[in-house]
Structures are given as structure tokens and as C-alpha cells.
């Protein structure tokens, strides 16, 4: 693992947050390229509180070009782009479809307000 800038560590060529969970970061890394569609869950890692986000959330998970190759959700198989993915803030992750399978992973605190 590799330190870039002290706001990435490096992992298989691809460029993941510090403070990302491990688990997270080893399931970006075994999906990316695959095509399989995951619902992302942003919140807060240290209490577990997810943020209810409702955009940008669901997708393929792909990587970017250059120099830093960084995590980025693909809405489609056709998509050649995205935004990063905050892989620090992800609280829990799903198959999009359901009956490819439930949940991949959940923080441990994981609960939304209301």
C-alpha cells in the first residue's frame, strides 16, 4: 500500500480514501470493472447516521484515468464517467438488484433519523 498526497493510500493501482473502512475498500476494489450494480449508503463513519442521499448513489463501480485512479460510480454499462465515490462516508452497501443478493456490508451503528 502506497501514501499519496496523505489523503489516499494506494491498493491494486487504485487510489482509496484514508479513513475508509476496510472492508469497504476491499469490496471497491473485487467490483470494480464488473458491471454489478451496488446501492451506496453515505452517512457519517463515526456514529453510523445515514445521510438519506437520494442521487447519485447507484451504479457500477469503475475507475477513473490519469494518474490517480479513483473509485467512480458508472450510471450505466454505456457510462465512460462519474463523480468519486466518497468511500469514506459509505455506511452500508447493497446489490441494486435484489435478487442478486442483500447486503454487502453495514456499518456496525448503521440507523437513519426519523
Known amino acids: 500500500m502506497e501514501n499519496i498526497d496523505n489523503k489516499y493510500d494506494i491498493v491494486d493501482g487504485t487510489a482509496i480514501r ?4 476496510p472492508i469497504v475498500r476491499d469490496i471497491k476494489l473485487r467490483f470494480i470493472h464488473r458491471r454489478t450494480r451496488l446501492r451506496l449508503y453515505l452517512g457519517d ?15 457500477a463501480i469503475g475507475r477513473t484515468g490519469g494518474r490517480l485512479h ?3 460510480l458508472l450510471a450505466n454499462a454505456r457510462s465512460i464517467g462519474g463523480g468519486e465515490i466518497l468511500t469514506q462516508n459509505i455506511v452500508k452497501i447493497r446489490y441494486a438488484n ?5 447486503v454487502l456490508y453495514q456499518h456496525p451503528n448503521y440507523h437513519k433519523e426519523g
Open 98 to 102: 435484489k435478487k442478486q443478493g442483500g
Open 18 to 21: 484514508k479513513g475508509t473502512s
Open 45 to 59: 463513519p463515526t456514529t453510523g447516521r445515514d445521510w438519506d442521499e437520494q442521487y447519485d448513489v447507484e451504479g
Open 70 to 72: 479513483t473509485p467512480i
